[in-house]
């Protein structure tokens, strides 16, 4: 089998360090030939050291200077900033972008790499939030194909092999409920961000760990979903599955169930995405059916998670209502992890940036860089209204 080469964009992270996992227990099918993170300079240093890419990419342009000095000498290139990673994406010595960074950061370089033809194994969901339209017409004409990392999206994309497309009846979406599935509306009022980061069952970053515990996260993967898929938003929908176990299910016209399940770990999905959909044997602990006698489901709160709505708005409306939710959603949870606003503050800060944005019914590319940069400014301005 040809040894394929990857870049990851976002190394340094939660879905980064588990994609280099693979690569080191699978050197005889995977390469890096690119590696790309934000800040972490020291990570990224040791991450190259590892797997000697051709280039590593640091987006902090102030730290280019020390990852030059460390790995430079050793024959491999660097570059900073968000061009940089951008014209990476256009390099002929690997065929597939693991889209690892979290945000508004993966948009650009998911469409540089579309229009390279490379594939894309996409974990950042941000980018089909953003910008699924777009993303969508640009690979009807394009050779590069998409495959989720996302467990829950990977889920579905795996009960949906072998499947005809008309036979679907629904996506369902499973949701852990996060830390605060069952606190009351008058005890979510006063929460901290170390109870917000405290999930239950799955290891993240600190911004997606946020939106699991306001449920935004399950919001876009709905938003994700209806472009990856092909469904309408009334046709999927999420419920609350505590386990974490069942990552997502496909229900078909005749009442049927699909379901896939597995150990909160995303070095399967990662794998799959990887394999091509193929399976390729690993080493973690495997699912043990007995482990899980009981399996609960529930609806969600929006009532107290109104965040979750957000989804079928964004997607009733179209055009740039789902970017400026992102964006403000970014400027929200950086200032609730700053100290600077509430954890129900968050909501209402995206109710307020959506207010006073400017809304695109057919946006190009560069409206969504507008959008994204007034939303986050006025996201900003509600925030200093609220304090």
């Not at 939030?129 to 009807?140: D, H, N, P, Q």
């Not at 092909?230 to 046709?235: D, L, N, S």
Request: hydrophobic content about 45%; charged content about 20%; proline content about 5%.
């Amino acid at each position: 089998m040809q040894k394929k080469h990857i870049a990851v964009i976002g190394s340094t992270g939660s879905i980064g360090t588990q994609t280099l996992d693979i690569v080191a227990q699978r050197p005889d099918r995977f390469g890096v030939s690119v590696l790309a993170a934000g800040s972490n300079v020291s990570k990224l240093t040791e991450q190259a050291l590892a797997h000697r890419p051709e280039l590593a990419i640091i987006a902090d342009e102030s730290k280019l200077p020390a990852l030059k000095e460390a790995l430079e000498p050793h024959g491999i290139a660097t570059a900073a900033g968000s061009k940089a990673l951008a014209d990476a994406m256009e390099l002929d010595s690997f065929s597939t972008v693991v889209t690892a960074t979290v945000g508004y950061s993966g948009l650009e370089p998911t469409i540089r790499a579309i229009r390279a033809g490379k594939d894309i194994a996409l974990a950042n969901k941000e980018t089909l939030v953003v910008a699924g339209e777009l993303i969508t017409r640009m690979l009807s004409t394009s050779t590069s194909s998409i495959l989720p990392v996302d467990s829950e999206h990977s889920a579905i994309y795996q009960c949906l092999v072998g499947e005809i497309p008309e036979t679907v009846d629904r996506l369902i979406i499973t949701a852990s409920g996060g830390p605060f599935r069952t606190r009351s509306p008058k005890e979510l009022q006063n929460v901290t961000v170390a109870d917000a980061l405290n999930h239950p069952n799955w290891n993240m970053g600190n911004k997606i760990t946020i939106d699991s515990a306001t449920m935004l996260n399950k919001a876009f993967e709905i938003i994700e979903a209806r472009w990856l898929f092909g469904i309408p938003a009334e046709r999927i929908e999420a419920v609350v599955h505590p386990q974490s176990i069942v990552h997502s299910m496909v229900q078909f016209r005749d009442g049927a169930v699909k379901a896939q399940l597995g150990i909160p770990d995303m070095h399967l999905p990662i794998r799959y995405a990887l394999g091509d959909a193929t399976r390729i044997d690993a080493p973690e602990r495997r699912l043990g059916i007995a482990d899980y006698a009981t399996l609960t489901f529930e609806r969600p709160d929006t009532e107290r998670f109104p965040c979750l709505n957000l989804a079928y708005r964004a997607l009733a409306e179209g055009g740039t209502i789902a970017c400026a939710v992102n964006a403000a959603n970014e400027v929200a949870v950086a200032s609730f992890l700053a100290g600077e606003i509430r954890f129900l503050d968050i909501y209402r800060v995206i109710e307020k940036t959506l207010d006073t944005t400017s809304f695109i019914a057919t946006p190009t590319y560069d409206d969504y860089v507008a959008i994204n940069a007034e939303a986050r400014a006025k996201a900003a301005e509600a925030i200093k209204t609220l304090n």
